[in-house]
């Protein structure tokens, strides 16, 4: 998994500025490659497993003493922990739920932490892409939601989702920049010039 290349932030933040130029909203973007490390997935799998499987077996085979048994769980525990702590195989024991829940955590994070509740007007949005969940999210501040519904941003979403799904999560940006704006330079169009936040695109480590 690749996150953008300098050349490719540079389009993201050419992409803003030109719809900033048009409405009085303040947009940000944030990127990162997975919401969380999701450390306790594979301690949490494999505890269920070494618990389960030995146990199982042993009841229905009785092949195993007490110790033997003990031992054969500990070692499957270990082996289990580091296996499934390989990026291919970690991605894939994460219920979509939960890396769902971990990437909304983390939008509502950024959107406090690029300061979009302190923009004037409360007109700041944050459009948040998490790949490794392939999770897109848009936020707005009050001045934005009071005069365009949810609803405006769900087909905007569904498109840049399925973008960062194929690898193309350029492309998504920008698409969805220029199509967020039309709906801004509608409802909110520029009355004054200003640039409260950073134009470039924030990702995250």
Known sequence: MTLLSKQEQEQVAAAITAVERE??????TVLTAQADNYAYIPLLWA??????????INYFTDWLSA???????????VVLSLVFRTPGINRRLIPRSVGYWRAS??????FLEQNLHHT???TGMLIFVSEAER????????????KIGNDAWEDIIAAFTKHVKQGETLKGFISCIEDCG????AELPA???KDELPNHLVILS
């Open 182 to 185: 039309k709906h801004l330079e």
């Open 47 to 56: 505890g269920v497993i070494t618990l389960l499987v030995p146990g199982i």
């Open 191 to 193: 009355t004054h010039q």
């Open 67 to 77: 110790d033997v048994l003990l031992l054969s769980q500990w070692g499957m525990f």
């Open 105 to 110: 955590n983390l939008a509502r994070r950024q």
């Open 135 to 146: 999770y897109v999210e848009i936020l707005v501040d009050r001045g934005i939601s009071d």
């Open 120 to 122: 004037a007007g409360a």
């Open 23 to 28: 409405t009085d909203a303040e947009l940000v």
